[in-house]
């Protein structure tokens, strides 16, 4: 699944309508891009995995959030 160029305004357009439905939404980002932690988290993202994945380490993630 790849998100759009703009997924940080993705990301806000979802927690938004989420609130106001009051549901909770975990949104796990999966980046290349090193460094940029505390930024997409402050966004709205549970949780920021790194490339490469690992995918035994995603399913781990997943299971874990949708269990709250």
Same mark, same amino acid.
């Given at each position: 699944? !790849?998100?759009?160029?703009?997924?940080? #305004? =993705?990301?806000? *357009?979802?927690?938004?309508?989420?609130?106001? @439905?009051? $549901?909770?939404?975990?949104?796990?980002?999966?980046? !290349?891009?090193?460094?940029?932690?505390? #930024? =997409?988290?402050? *966004?709205?993202?549970?949780?920021?995995?790194? @490339?490469? $994945?690992?995918?035994?380490?995603?399913?781990?993630?997943?299971?874990?959030?949708?269990?709250?």
């Amino acid at each position: 699944i !790849a998100m759009p160029d703009d997924g940080l #305004e =993705l990301i806000r *357009e979802v927690k938004t309508v989420a609130e106001t @439905k009051g $549901l909770h939404i975990p949104a796990i980002a999966i980046t !290349a891009y090193q460094g940029r932690r505390e #930024e =997409l988290l402050a *966004e709205g993202f549970v949780e920021l995995l790194e @490339k490469p $994945l690992d995918p035994m380490m995603l399913c781990g993630v997943v299971r874990q959030h949708a269990q709250r």
